[in-house]
């Protein structure tokens, strides 16, 4: 028997594992207005949650998409080599400046976290709108090693800070600069977004920072959602779902920054 409080953990995790295994985003920039304004967690403590409940989904998406075969591992790699030194230290930066100022928790932090979804909102309703698009190349083409260091650092300093972000940054980079098939663009954000918010959400764990009495609820809606967003996205066209996921998170962006 499903208690009645728990409904609406359990159908958050079924629609935002959904579209994260469809998409390989909104697992951070839908999950943490839920978390912020429904669940009513501090800012920390839902950027922690949200870490630990975005890790476990990805994980899913991730092993999916491998079977899948559209998802490589060696830019997954030299992307994982910057992002998860980069999220560690978004993370203790945040982590340090909770403990020693109220203020900034309750305003500066709330702000941030709003500031970076109104670009991941833009990024993802230029996207789907066609403002944002690949350059017309013949073939593939990926960044060096070296590009996928810098792109990665900078996307786990967004996912360390703040839990959203990394993804849509990474993505928006791959999609602008390089010729990336859309189908591992996402199996990539799945799998490397695994890997980045497991490194993140260390800090928050070892400094109690997790709800964890609303985890199992999340997952128990997500794990399914995440398997079958993931089975579905060689078949459904996805840019529908990213204008809705766009105006969302630009929506949850505005109402952070403007209380």
Do not use: C
């Not at 009645?4 to 951070?28: E, K, Y």
């Not at 800090?203 to 109690?208: A, N, Q, T």
């Amino acid at each position: 028997m499903i208690p009645s409080g728990a409904w609406p953990g359990l159908l958050a995790g079924l629609g935002i594992g959904f579209v994260l295994g469809l998409t390989g985003m909104g697992g951070g920039a839908l999950m943490l207005p839920f978390l912020l304004w429904v669940a009513k967690l501090s800012p920390v403590l839902a950027v922690g949650t949200d870490l630990v409940f975005t890790t476990i989904t990805r994980l899913v998406g991730a092993v999916q998409h491998r079977r899948q075969k559209t998802v490589w591992l060696r830019p997954v790699f030299y992307l994982a080599l910057g992002s998860l030194p980069g999220a560690w230290l978004g993370a203790w930066w945040v982590l340090h400046r909770a403990a020693g100022d109220t203020r900034w928790l309750e305003v500066g932090m709330p702000r941030l976290i709003g500031a970076m979804l109104l670009v991941v909102g833009g990024i993802t309703l230029g996207r789907s709108l066609g403002w944002l698009h690949a350059p017309d190349l013949v073939k593939e083409r990926w960044p060096s090693a070296r590009a996928a260091w810098l792109i990665g650092f900078g996307g786990g300093l967004a996912v360390g800070t703040t839990s959203v972000g990394g993804g849509t940054l990474i993505a928006a980079v791959f999609l602008l600069l390089y010729a990336v098939p859309p189908q591992h663009l996402v199996g990539l954000d799945v799998l490397h977004g695994a890997l980045l918010s497991g490194s993140a959400m260390l800090p928050y764990i070892w400094k109690g920072q997790v709800a964890w009495g609303l985890l199992p609820w999340l997952w128990a809606g997500a794990l399914p959602g995440v398997w079958l967003g993931s089975r579905l996205v060689a078949r459904l066209p996805a840019r529908r779902v990213h204008r809705v996921l766009g105006i969302l998170v630009l929506l949850a962006g505005v109402r952070l920054l403007w209380p």
